[in-house]
């Protein structure tokens, strides 16, 4: 079981080895927290990884794509764009939040990461209710087989 932390503050702060963006599957960064990656020159690479993955069809909503900003290697991060909706106009769907965090633990395992900072993905501009989407991650982490992992879950603002 992971343990999960839940944090008031700014995502962006966070020392995980990675973090998560809530993404559409159409390449658009326009708003909410995508558009503070956006903005955000460390993700420049990762960014332009998750924009090509949008052109080529490879993502639907609970899907899971690690983007990798390798364009400064001191300032090497990496980036699991979890795709919440279809398009940016659409709210978020409960069924694919469960799907996307099931993916994130099965890509966690498989790139062997044990710290990530995850927003309330789905909640603010996709709509859901930040308990919800809280209790289906702690019970997603909770079946987590790596006992040592730590998830930082950042509440809403």
């Given amino acids: 079981m992971s343990t999960v932390k839940i944090i008031n503050g700014n995502i962006f702060d966070s020392k995980c080895e990675t973090v998560v963006c809530p993404v559409n599957c159409f390449g658009a960064l326009g708003a909410g927290l995508a558009k503070a990656f956006q903005d955000n020159k460390k993700f420049a690479g990762s960014n332009e ?9 490879m993502l639907a909503p609970g ?3 690690l983007g990798v900003n390798d364009l400064e290697p001191e300032n090497l991060s990496y980036v699991f764009y979890l795709a919440t909706k279809f398009a940016w106009t659409e709210n978020s ?3 694919w939040i469960e799907n996307g965090l099931i993916n994130l633990v099965k890509a966690l395992n498989h790139y062997k990461i044990n ?3 995850l927003p309330a993905i789905g909640c603010g501009l996709g709509g859901l209710p930040f308990p919800s989407v809280e209790l289906m991650i702690k019970e997603t982490f909770k079946n987590d087989s790596n006992k040592t992992r730590i998830i930082e879950l950042y509440e809403p603002k």
């Fill in 115 to 117: 710290s990530c900072a």
């Fill in 49 to 57: 990884a998750y924009y090509n993955a949008c052109r080529q069809g």
């Fill in 63 to 65: 899907s899971v794509f």
């Fill in 93 to 95: 769907k409960m069924e």
